[in-house]
């Protein structure tokens, strides 16, 4: 799962940085989804560290009656973009001095590698799978590791466009197993549909 819309009124990049939160948006669609997903059979429920996702794993959590547990793995992708603004034509992207982080985005030349994030996110996934084994868990991620693991278990380039990542805020990428062997991906979005370039992603 992604976590839900966080508040940031400045409209950063924020990244790993500390205290970004959910919006009044987000905690309603965090209970949302935990709504959703009340008659699943959820036996492990996991989040990155960071302040967003815990708090939309809580009512995930507490509907099943589950300790939040926590995945360093899951964490927000390293970016040098951090705390500034970087849409097009806003901020960091105009000035030359950030140029040579822009050198290649195939890798991305920026922040932490594709292949990185897949590995790590994959560790997580099959963490949560055998603590979850013949149930199910939910992971609570960000955009672009719950992206990047897809498009590495779908057999697609992990480079892309930001702007058409199918994974809006507080939506679902069901990894289905047997056994140990994925044998479905599905995404469905029980909060609603968002703009992969909002400001609170």
């Known amino acids: 799962m992604r976590h839900g819309e966080v508040h940031n009124p400045t409209g950063v990049l924020y990244g790993r940085l500390p205290n970004f939160r959910l919006s009044a948006a987000g905690e309603r669609q965090a209970l949302t989804v935990a709504e959703h997903l009340r008659d699943n059979d959820i036996v492990h429920v996991v989040a990155s560290p ?33 705390g500034k603004k970087v849409s097009v034509g806003d901020g960091a992207l105009k000035s030359p001095a950030n140029w040579p982080y822009l050198r290649n985005p195939f890798t991305p030349s920026w922040g932490e590698p594709y292949l990185e994030i897949a590995h790590r996110m994959l560790a997580a996934v099959h963490r949560a799978r055998a603590a979850a084994e013949g149930h199910e868990a939910v992971c609570v991620s960000h955009q672009l590791p719950v992206w990047t693991i897809r498009r590495y278990l779908e057999g697609k380039r992990l480079w892309h466009n ?11 990428t069901s990894l289905v197993f047997e056994d140990e062997e ?7 979005e029980p909060a609603g549909t968002s703009d992969p370039k909002a400001t609170g992603a």
């Not at 960071?50 to 964490?75: F, K, N």
């Open 182 to 188: 994925l044998v479905g991906i599905r995404y469905s």
């Open 50 to 82: 960071m302040e967003r996702a815990q708090q939309t794993a809580t009512p995930i959590a507490a509907s099943h009656r589950l300790e939040l547990a926590t995945d360093d793995r899951l964490i927000e992708a390293a970016n040098v973009f951090e």
């Open 162 to 172: 930001p702007a058409y990542r199918q994974c809006s805020l507080a939506s679902l």
